[in-house]
């Protein structure tokens, strides 16, 4: 029904997608997988009319059809869901809900509110949603605006005779179990009208939702699976081209740390809004890893030890020194390295060059007399280069233009070459491949065998229990419980979420 | 890809191809002694867009510079007679004073720069009104020509001001390339949120910027005050504009992060060019604002980095 053929498209030195043919059935839910880079996005866009191809043709129903641009492919009855919410946060439910087609309820030049309310509980309705239209969006949960964006895109169905084509991009991933099995619920009652590409790097949920899935990997689709015969392993082996390490956390290679030596002592600190009585230490060579869901304050404390925020009671000491001035400056002084969520804004300077970047946090160490002396900085990079392995044609390339694995390993080596003897991570694997997630893991066990204290902030619980010694479970901005991750006797999955929530 | 590759040299392209068709229209102006005229006319205004270059870079601006220049202009004058030669360093200290005010003003307060320089310039032309009793001062020709009269002597043939731009170019360039100060500025510039992440004092980068920019203004008002010897408070009107627009047709967008002093030294010669040719073409001097105003919305179309942007324009 929708057909995409022998898709191409280039983008200046990357071949994005090659020879890329995909299909769609009525009624169909098909999944689509891939690391990051693989061409997902790419394919997304070019199938809501963000990008188009430079090679091949779209078809509805036999049609050959070209979109110039998402309004067009809507007008065909493709709508897209996304993963970073296109809902404008401080527009009601209901006005973001008919955002661009506000016509269809005006008389007179004047909108009519009343009838678009009645309007928009239809299409709230439809996702089974029961909030009143009038609320303003920012105060709904991340999970009630995933579904507004549906209900959204769902508008399409009065508007369009057809049958739809529905894309959801990672919709999984800001929301808890039983919202995911809910939206799995709508998705599968609406087949009688759409077909929906499912979008995510869980597989288990591909799997799980999806009648077939294509596996794209370097651009090419290169295995479809059906819905009988899918096997997770399987499809990551595909995803990857390779077997993934059974060691993949390297939990062998944890060590015990050396419990005398105190970094970090936080005692009953509290920032208001954000976490209450908080206290632990963090010794050298520990991993010490904050569980929680999104907004239970474990990017707070990590950003208070930064000095990027200020507690607002308790104390803090860093190796044995009390801090009453907390800035990233000072918090740089005390050999504290902060590898941020938003590695492309905050971590690496898009525009500097690798040795730029590598030495931006210690500038004094390379500067006489205020003259930087760039001989000592390239030989820095390149012993870095080497040591973590990035892959970069040299020291001079704009870290912008490099991958996000080799951007992380940068924003790594800033820290690890300026001495940092405590690393904050936040989310250091989000948004990486799964090899270049492996060296990250690969680098945190050996930070930890040198004696680096390291505050945690994973990307998915399994990664927490993997690379921690000791797990804390924070809900709402308060401490739950503390577990212990010794190797062979490390909590399980059920018993992190069951403190979390 | 071959456009990104050519970006960068976009301005030079220019400024050689508007060189040729004012040089064929007009012959005379590839004169070198012309040209060393018309060069050494600009030398303000290069001072002037030099130091403005590092507000830009950062990502902000400073509209205080023009009057900053009318205010040194009058101070000046009305201190020349009593320091002479030294007055050089009052006019430094009190451009790095107001400079370095617009900077605290933006960084403290989270004013935008362009307002707060734009504040900060009316203080500065109040002060200068205030200073000169809103009346044109003159030097004393004898006082001039101790303190400064080798400033307009020449040495082989080159003109001392264009020495004197020379040496500036050639500090504000190492200070941009070689020194730890110019890559704070380049981190701040083209990424602001990981310098505060890599602990650099950013506030400390801007403030720093904004006094650049403010003592480059006022050398800018001494040059030009000795040169026409005396002091007003509207004397460097119209250096604003074409300052900014030296700047950008440079090649370093309002949006900051690349281009730099020597891409201004490239825009002053375009608008030196610009300015020639309005000459030949008998603009009236009236129309030439006109001109580099549009000229102006021009560079920041086509310079500006719509990336860093997100499509939010207000």
Redesign the interface.
Known sequence: MFELKTIDKHF??VHALQDVDFHIHRGEIVGLVGENGAGKSTLMKIIYGAYQPDGGTIEIDGKSVRFQNPRQAMDNGIGMVFQEQSLIPNLTVMENIFLGYENQFVKFGVINWQAMSTAAKEQLAKVKLDIDPNTITMELSFGQRQLVELAKVLTLEERIQGHLVILLDEPTSVLAEEEVNLLFQIVRDLTKRASFIFISHRIDEVLELSDRIYVIKDGKIVDVVQHDEAEVTAIQQKMVGRDIDKEYYREQKQKPYNSSEVLVTFDNVSLDGIYRNISFDLHAGEVLTLVGTEGSGREGILRTL?G?EQCTSGSVKIKGEKVTHFS??A???RSIG?I?R?RK????????NVY?NMT??Q??N??YL???N?PKEKSLATAWIERLGIKTPSVYKDCGDLSGGNQQKIVLA?WRSGGSEIILLDHPTRGLDIGAKEDVYEMIREMSDNGIGILLVADTLEEAIGLSHTIMVLKDGEFQKGFDCKPGSKPSLYDLVHHMI | MSFKFLKPYFPWITLVMLTIIVGIANPGFFSPAGMIILIADIVPLLIMALGMTFAIYIGGIDLSVQQIANMITVITTVYLAQFGIWVVFIVIGVGALFGTLSGYVTTRFYVPSFVSTLAIGFVALSVAKWLSGQRALYMDATFRDNSFGWVFGKTWGIPHELIIAVVLVLLVWFLQTRMSFGRALKAVGSGELAAVASGLNVNRVKILAFCVSGIFAAIAGLMFSVKLSGGDAQLANGFLLPAIVAVLVGGTPLTGGVGGVINTVCGTLIVMVIRAAMVYLEVDATQQQMVFGIILIIAITLTIDRSKLRGIVK
């Open positions: 200046p030195g930064y990027m990233a400056t918090g740089v002084s902060y941020p938003e804004i905050e971590g690496i300077v898009n525009g500097m730029e931006l946090s500038l004094k390379f500067r205020g003259v930087m760039v800033k």
